[in-house]
């Protein structure tokens, strides 16, 4: 986790604010339980580092050839500890990681429908072990910034980036609520999958349009159900075995929520229903997935009988 490559990077932009999130005393006293144990863990990696990279649908860092099998093996072992491996599929110095969710399927719905990133700065939110942020590298933007309060997701990301120091793709382990300056300067910000884990997706949708710039885009992944404009499920005690989802809005709820933040040309650029191809059980994140929380006589519901998981991808603008 060593920051200097990003405080340089950010030194003496609207980014500086960030450099809090980087510093070793905000660090020190992040309280997960787990958190002594992921330091101490990332130490016990063997030194690499690699120049061969490729963003493609498996993103590979490294290859086998640049180490000996004994080395391989032995970081094999420490990123098995670190499951569970949500996000992916990665292949590291010749070691394939098949997450949870083949997250590539997600890229490929929405990549040929946002504008371009190259040379742009770009915020990730909730982006978990950096799955779509090196994804984004391909395109060659400027700076990927992601921001995850789950530090075993920044965790992954960091025995990632260990191997790899110099990409411009960088993560803070905060939440978008403790970002207080209204940063104005991304060209685009990505919220995937986080909205209906906010107890206020209002203030959420402010908070991302305070860190683009004017005419910026948001790149807003969620689930949804079907229903009128106005009307959001809002699950009894858990969604889909989940018990942090509050609201999962109609389309036209949606919108509407993105006009009333005042965010301009809203339009819906892909709609789909998860499977259990997309979500499953693997190696690398061995408890329950999807198929544990669908009803099993009747995929359309989950097992609390609320609507199955179906997803929308919505650009916005900022006005310019
Ligand atoms: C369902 S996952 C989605 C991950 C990824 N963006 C994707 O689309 O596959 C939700 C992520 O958002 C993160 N998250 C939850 N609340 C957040 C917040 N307030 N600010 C930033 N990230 C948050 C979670 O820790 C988790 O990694």
Redesign the pocket.
Known sequence: MDYSEFKASVANTHLAPLIYFAEEDYLQQLKHGDFPRWRKHLKEFPEVTTANFDFGEVVKIGKAEDIDSHVQAEIKRLLLEMIPW??GPFEVLGIPIDSE?K?NL?WARLAKKITSLTGKKIL?????NG??GFRMLAQEPELVVG????LA?VAQFWALKQFATKLPLHILP?????ISDPLECFDSV?????IY??RSPID?LLQCKKCLTPGGELVL?TLYVDGPTGYSLIPEKRYARMS?VWFVPSIGTLEQWLTRCGFKNIQIVDDSTTTINEQRKTEWMPFASLEDALDKSDSSKTIEGSPAPKRIVVLANTPS
């Open positions: 949500r996000k969710w997250s997600k990730d939110i909730g982006c978990g799955y779509y921001i995850d309060p789950h997701y905060c939440a978008l609520e403790q990505f919220s995937m999958g986080v884990h906010r959420h992944e942090n």
